[in-house]
T-cell receptor, first 113, second 113 residues
């Protein structure tokens, strides 16, 4: 079983739709949760960063963490064609080897105009 | 401020050769991490360096090595290249805060023929 599971998609939605992206994880030691956006031929760009369970909102983006269920989500409201990208969930834990960040496989999102 | 910079952007090598990839972190960041991203997958952790010392190592063979210099820049070396080493190699930097998230460069795309 992978430490982080993420549906690879692809997910295709019309412009203006609400998008829901999800990840599950197995390691309860994960303390920090992130969402990255990656455009083709580019490096991942940090979108959201959360520590505790609950919701965090930034513009059209809302990150949700449920540590009891080991489940995190990213919601995108009023989706735009420019949101078309791969979305990577990531989570980190402090261990004997330092601060390690593990990524999901990424979900490819297409927003149609 | 300049972000994480990586060089070269693209590289084509032959099986059995070795390669050196370079990374300059964001100014003020002392930690550098290296990730390998195969097409269609999420980034896989290779190394983390902090203050020139190795802080973590992923599940990669000894053909992979890295080092960090006094100015916090870093090199990733891969010896005896295999076809399966073809991937996007990403460098990320973070500050010395234990909860600092990773900030990525745009990667070096390595093709092994």
């Amino acid at each position: 079983q992978k430490e982080v599971e993420q549906d690879p998609g692809p997910l295709s939605v019309p412009e203006g739709a609400i998008v829901s992206l999800n990840c599950t994880y197995s390691n309860s030691a994960f303390q920090y949760f992130m969402w990255y956006r990656q455009y083709s031929r580019k490096g991942p760009e940090l979108l959201m960063y959360t520590y505790s369970s609950g919701n965090k909102e930034d513009g059209r983006f809302t990150a949700q963490v449920d540590k009891s269920s080991k489940y995190i989500s990213l919601f995108i409201r009023d989706s735009q064609p420019s949101d078309s990208a791969t979305y990577l969930c990531a989570m980190s834990a402090v261990g004997t080897g330092g601060f390690k960040t593990i990524f999901g496989a990424g979900t490819r999102l297409f927003v149609k105009a | 401020d300049a972000g994480v910079t990586q060089s070269p952007t693209h590289l084509i090598k032959t099986r059995g050769q070795h390669v050196t990839l370079r990374c300059s972190p964001i100014s003020g960041h002392k930690s550098v991490s290296w990730y390998q991203q195969v097409l269609g997958q999420g980034p896989q952790f290779i190394f983390q360096y902090y203050e020139k010392e190795e802080r973590g190592r992923g599940n990669f063979p000894d053909r992979f090595s890295a080092r960090q210099f006094p100015n916090y820049s870093s090199e990733l070396n891969v010896n005896a290249l295999l076809l399966g080493d073809s991937a996007l190699y990403l460098c990320a930097s973070s500050s010395d805060r234990v909860d600092s998230p990773l900030h990525f460069g745009n990667g070096t795309r390595l093709t092994v023929t």
